[in-house]
């Protein structure tokens, strides 16, 4: 796997509540985090470090499915109100059998971008209600086979959400411009999406490429 990340803060206190995150939850299995809570000050910021390093420890300590985990930090955030808003998507990357699974759930986050040598896909928008400070239903879970040569965008809205404008034209705009650039250079394809993005809100984007190997 090749990893390419990228990160621009729209506060002029250079910080925000988008982040991204990659770890290993073992031998074969890559955990991929990106969310997006309300604010571009320090107490958005600082609440995206709590929600970050409180998922890190629930992926890392159990081995439920991305949903469970979801759930998980939802409950969290309720009893401890770390945040009133934010979207996150979590999913695992795991390798067996020669290929790569991945597997994810989503709390009202934009859901990921496929790109291949066939085209762009916008990936299904998985059932899952956004962070608040209210218990919330259950989140559900996608799943999908990762070829060789494939790469996985994952995005917060500031990249592609020009304002005035409907969110799913926005989103179709998008596709369209990542399946312009090609995906065969992870790091250019991130380079030329954040150029083009609007200024006016955090981004964070965290690309996958899965190699040959």
Not at 43 to 61: C, E, F, H, P, V
Not at 73 to 98: K, M, V, Y
Not at 117 to 126: H, Y
Not at 134 to 143: D, F, L, P
Request: proline share 3%; glycine share 10%; net charge negative.
């Amino acid at each position: 796997l090749q990893i390419c990340a990228r990160y621009r803060p729209a506060g002029r206190d250079e910080v925000g509540g988008d982040w991204y995150d990659a770890f290993w939850r073992g031998a074969d299995q890559l955990a991929v985090v990106i969310g997006d809570v309300v604010g571009h000050d320090i107490t958005a910021a600082a609440a995206m470090g709590q929600l970050s390093a409180t998922l890190r420890a629930l992926a890392l300590d159990r081995s439920d499915g991305p949903a469970a985990i979801l759930d998980r930090l939802g409950t969290i955030n309720t009893q401890l109100s770390i945040t009133p808003f934010a979207t996150l998507l979590f999913a695992t990357l795991t390798r067996g059998e020669g290929r790569w699974t991945m597997r994810w759930a989503s709390a009202g986050h934009p859901p990921p971008l496929l790109l291949t040598s066939r085209g762009v896909q916008l990936l299904e928008r998985v059932r899952g209600t956004a962070l608040v400070t209210k218990k919330t239903s259950v989140r559900g879970e996608a799943q999908i086979s990762v070829a060789a040569g494939s790469t996985l965008l994952f995005y917060t809205d500031g990249l592609f959400e020009w304002r005035g404008r409907d969110i799913t034209d926005n989103l179709n705009a998008f596709a369209n411009r990542a399946a312009a650039y090609g995906h065969n250079v992870t790091e250019l394809l991130c380079d030329d999406l954040l150029a083009d993005a609007p200024t006016d809100d955090d981004i964070a984007m965290l690309a996958v490429h899965v190699g040959d190997g």
